[in-house]
């Protein structure tokens, strides 16, 4: 099990990396899909250059942005609701600031990801170790609903142990 300060550390550190992507792209409206992998890899190098995580975690980390960006913006894109659906719990309950950032960053890789749509399907599968932000994960295997109010680590299923899951827009 990983240590409670490097989650804290690894947390922290997603957080400013989706906080950078939301920063470069507010510089530059309009962007296609390339220029936002491009502002995600300046967010990464630029938490290992100032030493807040290894290039090792820096790699990990900018995937499970890009993997939440993704998987927000598209759900945005093909269904036309809010983003409250997908969160799938009340936005109360979340900091206004990580709503703020997320929102924005998700906004604009939506409009990105219409302009790319003929794109291959990516993987929306999140696994047990792996760092998200807010929003509901559901257990592949027993449908148990996981909620993130901030962003985390994904543990193991509190039901039944498996460590696969899938992203669940609010019913």
């Known amino acids: 099990m990983k240590e409670p300060n490097l989650d804290q550390k690894l947390i922290a550190a997603y957080d400013k990396m989706m906080a ?87 906004d604009k890789t939506r409009l990105e990801l219409a302009q790319l749509k003929a794109q291959a399907k990516r993987s929306e599968e999140y696994h047990t170790g792996e760092i998200t932000s807010i929003g509901t994960l559901a257990c592949k295997a027993c449908d148990t609903l996981v909620h993130f109010k901030k962003t985390g680590r994904i543990p193991p299923c509190p039901k039944c142990h498996k460590t696969a899951f899938v992203r669940t827009p609010r019913q």
């Open 20 to 106: 950078r992507v939301a920063k470069l792209l507010d510089t530059a409206e309009q962007q296609a899909l390339p220029v936002l992998q491009k502002n995600i890899e300046k967010a990464k190098h630029q938490a290992i250059e100032l030493k807040e995580i290894t290039q090792e975690e820096a790699e990990k980390l900018a995937s499970y942005v890009r993997r939440d960006l993704h998987d927000a913006a598209e759900y945005l894109e093909e269904t036309g609701d809010e983003l409250s659906s997908w969160f799938s719990f009340d936005l109360e309950l979340v900091e206004e600031r990580i709503l703020d950032v997320f929102a924005k960053v998700a």
